[in-house]
Structures are given as structure tokens and as C-alpha cells.
């Protein structure tokens, strides 16, 4: 009775997880698909599992529309720059704040903490911002957000979970404080650094409100905000687009384009990057966030 009771337990659990897992991955499929079907084919509702009239005319078109290359490589750039910067410096803060011998150490840490939970709001920022000059520069994307109190605390108590042996017999070797955590404490972190990781570059890619407020210089401007225009603009982008393939072959000028179609495009390349990156870091996402969680 016992063999059968599990197996039943485990049939239903697997069952509702697959469920839930097709609830969750449908949308961004059915984005995709309608992004490489036939326009008239979705307005009928035929494309449900597998695309009609597959082209990837949709994508080629929105890539050429001026500006999609530049705000691709600004986005790239503050995504790697910026989640590069954010680990050198809160890694470096969250190791010192462990040390007791640091004059200071508890303010310094709870004065991190506390910017998590009151914060002076938008117009103080965007003052701040322009008294320092950030405003229309690619710094402005990267330097704002080099310290992460949240990374500093998952990284800080990460950091105390590791034995203090090594750290010590690092000391009697003659090593310093910031050569050990380069070379010792940085290593053994590598989860929570994955973790943080994760967290950081997704925040920086879906950015936009920075570039909105404070960027006028279109050579700065980020992908997400240059879609979200697009996307504001999706009936006369379709307008565009499809005047735009007037002198193509017989095959796509036949090709439809429509409002949803260019939306569901732009959206996917949106995504997509997010999409391909996340499932690489997954495993040192969940072990670093469990393991980073063990103490307070």
C-alpha cells in the first residue's frame, strides 16, 4: 500500500508541476509564435502551437529601424559594465564590514541597509544626478548603482558562513586583507556572487527610467526605453514596415503586418536575452540564495 501511495503522490506531484511549468512557459511561447506567423493567420486564430507561415520578416524589419543596433550595445554595455562594477565594490564592502576590527563597522553597515527601506524619491534623485554631471553620460547607468545593499547583504553573510581557518592560515602566509579577498574569499563565493549576479544584470537591462529622466543625446539612448517608444508606436510602425516592403518579392508583400505582430516582436527581443542567460545561472542562483540565507 505504501509503494502505490507514493507513486500516486509522486504521479500527481509531477503532473501539477508540468502544468504549472506549461502555465508559466505558454505566454512567451505564443509570443514567439505569433512574432513568425502569417499575420492573417493570428487575427483567425489558427496559430495556438506551432507557427503558419513561418518568416522572420517581423524581427529583420524591426532590427533595421534606425537606432536598434546603438541602444542594443548601450544596454549590453551598462548590463556588463554595471553588473562588473556592482560586484568589485559591494564584494570589497561586504568583506569589510565582516572584519570586527573596523572602527565604525556597524554604522557603516546598517547606514547600507537602511538605503533599502527609505529612499529620498525621484526628484531628489534626478537633482543629485545633474549636480554631479551624470546627467547625458553612460555613467549615469553604471555608477548609481555600484553599491547593492542587497548584494552587500547576501555576499556579507556568505562571507561569515566560511571558516575562519583559511582566512587565518591566508594571515600567517603573509597575505593582506584585500589579496585574501580576492584570492580567498571571492573563490568560495562564487554562488552568491552568481546570485547576485542574476539579480543585477536583469535590474540593468530592464532599465530605462534613468534614460528617460536624464538622457536627451539619442547616441545614449538604452534598448528598453527605444522599445518602449517602438511599442507606444506599434500601429505606425506597422504602417512602416509594410510600406516600407512595397518594392520586396511577391511572397512578402503578401505578408500582413499588424499592430500586435510588431508588439509581440519588440517584446520578445526584449526578453530573449533574459531568457537565454537566466538557465546558465540557475544552479548558483538557488545555491547561493539558500546558502546566503543561513544567517543573518
Not at 489558427?46 to 534606425?66: A, M, R, S
Not at 537606432?67 to 550595445?73: E, L
Not at 516600407?244 to 516582436?265: E, L, R, Y
Not at 526584449?270 to 537565454?276: A, R, S
Request: charged share 10%; with cysteine; aromatic share 16%.
Amino acid at each position: 500500500m505504501g509503494k502505490w501511495s507514493e507513486i500516486s503522490f509522486q504521479t500527481i506531484n509531477y503532473t501539477l508541476f508540468c502544468l504549472f511549468a506549461v502555465i508559466c512557459i505558454y505566454p512567451f511561447y505564443y509570443l514567439f509564435l505569433v512574432s513568425v506567423s502569417d499575420a492573417s493567420a493570428v487575427s483567425r486564430g489558427d496559430v495556438l502551437l506551432w507557427p503558419v507561415g513561418f518568416h522572420l520578416t517581423n524581427f529583420i524589419n524591426v532590427f533595421q529601424l534606425n537606432g536598434i543596433f546603438s541602444a542594443f550595445m548601450i544596454s549590453v554595455g551598462r548590463t556588463v559594465i554595471g553588473t562588473l562594477l556592482m560586484l568589485i565594490f559591494s564584494c570589497t564592502l561586504a568583506y569589510i564590514v565582516t572584519k570586527q576590527e573596523l572602527p565604525g563597522r556597524k554604522w557603516i553597515y546598517r547606514a547600507t541597509v537602511i538605503t533599502i527601506f527609505f529612499q529620498a524619491g525621484l526628484i531628489p534623485w534626478v537633482v543629485t544626478m545633474n549636480f554631479l554631471h551624470l546627467d547625458n553620460t553612460f555613467w549615469l547607468y553604471v555608477l548609481p548603482g555600484i553599491i547593492s545593499p542587497y548584494a552587500v547583504i547576501l555576499i556579507k553573510t556568505y562571507m561569515e558562513s566560511i571558516s575562519p581557518s583559511l582566512e587565518e592560515s591566508a594571515l600567517i602566509d603573509g597575505a593582506g586583507y584585500f589579496r585574501i579577498l580576492w584570492s580567498v574569499m571571492v573563490p568560495l563565493s562564487l554562488p552568491i556572487i552568481a546570485a547576485v549576479s542574476v539579480f543585477n544584470a536583469v535590474t540593468q537591462w530592464n532599465s530605462w527610467q534613468d534614460n528617460f529622466f536624464l538622457v536627451t543625446d539619442p547616441q545614449l539612448k538604452t534598448l528598453q526605453l527605444t522599445l518602449l517608444e517602438f511599442l507606444q508606436q506599434a500601429e505606425l510602425l506597422a504602417r512602416v514596415i509594410q510600406s516600407g516592403n512595397q518594392d520586396m518579392n511577391s511572397i512578402k508583400n503578401s505578408m500582413q503586418f499588424d499592430p500586435f505582430a510588431v508588439k509581440t516582436t519588440i517584446t520578445m527581443i526584449t526578453v530573449f536575452p533574459i531568457m537565454l542567460f537566466y538557465p546558465f545561472m540557475q544552479k548558483y542562483f538557488v545555491k547561493g540564495i539558500m546558502l546566503g540565507a543561513v544567517k543573518g
